[in-house]
C-alpha cells in the first residue's frame, strides 16, 4: 500500500465513523430493513431467496444498519443465518437458531457462541459486507483489519459468495480508495440504492 493510499484511508475512516456514529437506533433500524427488503425482495440478486439459502449476515456496530430486529423473520424462512466470529485472529462464519446464540465477541461485536461449527466459505451464497464507504466501482473502506479481504480471498473464485456491500446512503461515495488486496463487491445497498457493480 502506498503511503499516498494508506493515508486517503486513513482520512476518509474518521470522517465516516463520525458521521456513522450519528445515525439513531431508528435510522439504523430501517436502513437494515430496506436493505434486507432489495436482498430478500422480487428483483433481488439471488431470485427466491429463502429455505437453504445461506446467507452471511453481521451484527451491527457503531451505527451500521441493524439486521437483527428481522432475524426471527429470516429463520422463519429457513434462511441459514451465519455470523462472523474470530477464532485464532481469523474470521470464521457460524450459524445460528436465534439471537441467544450471541455472545459478547471480538471488539465489542456480538458472535456466535460457537456451539455450532462454521460453515465453508464456498457453502455460502451471499454475504452482507459492511463498511465505512463503498464507491460506484464495488471499491469498499473496511476498518483495516483485512478480515473480510482475507476471508473471500481465500476461496476459489468460482464459488465465491456473492458480496453485498451494505451501508447508509452517505456512506456511498463516487470513490474509495483501495489496494489490489482489496475485495471489492459485486452489488452495493444502501436504504434508497441497489446496484451491481462488476461481473
Do not use: N, W
Not at 182 to 198: G, K, L, W
Amino acid at each position: 500500500m502506498s503511503s499516498s493510499t494508506d493515508l486517503q484511508k486513513q482520512v476518509l475512516r474518521e470522517r465516516m465513523k463520525q458521521l456513522r456514529s450519528k445515525t439513531t437506533a431508528k435510522e439504523r433500524i430501517r436502513a437494515g430493513e430496506r436493505i434486507l427488503r432489495a436482498v430478500t425482495g422480487k428483483d433481488a440478486p439471488i431470485p427466491g431467496l429463502g429455505r437453504g439459502t445461506v446467507l452471511a449476515m453481521y451484527a451491527s456496530d457503531d451505527g451500521e444498519p441493524d439486521f437483527l430486529p428481522f432475524l426471527a423473520d429470516l429463520l422463519a424462512s429457513e434462511v441459514i443465518c451465519c455470523f462472523p466470529a474470530f477464532q485464532e485472529s481469523e474470521m470464521v462464519f457460524i450459524p445460528i437458531e436465534d439471537e441467544s446464540d450471541f455472545i459478547p465477541g471480538a471488539f465489542g461485536i456480538r458472535q456466535p457462541s460457537g456451539r455450532i461449527q462454521p460453515v465453508a466459505g464456498d457453502q455460502i451464497d451471499i454475504m452482507l459486507m459492511p463498511g465505512l464507504a463503498f464507491d460506484f466501482r464495488g471499491g469498499r473502506l473496511g476498518r483495516g483489519k483485512g478480515y473480510y479481504d482475507r476471508y473471500i480471498s481465500r476461496i476459489e473464485p468460482k464459488k465465491r459468495p456473492m458480496a453485498i456491500g451494505t451501508a447508509h446512503d452517505f456512506q456511498l461515495l463516487d470513490f474509495v480508495p483501495t489496494d489490489a488486496d482489496d475485495i471489492s463487491a459485486d452489488y452495493v445497498f444502501t436504504p434508497e440504492r441497489s446496484f451491481f457493480v462488476r461481473s
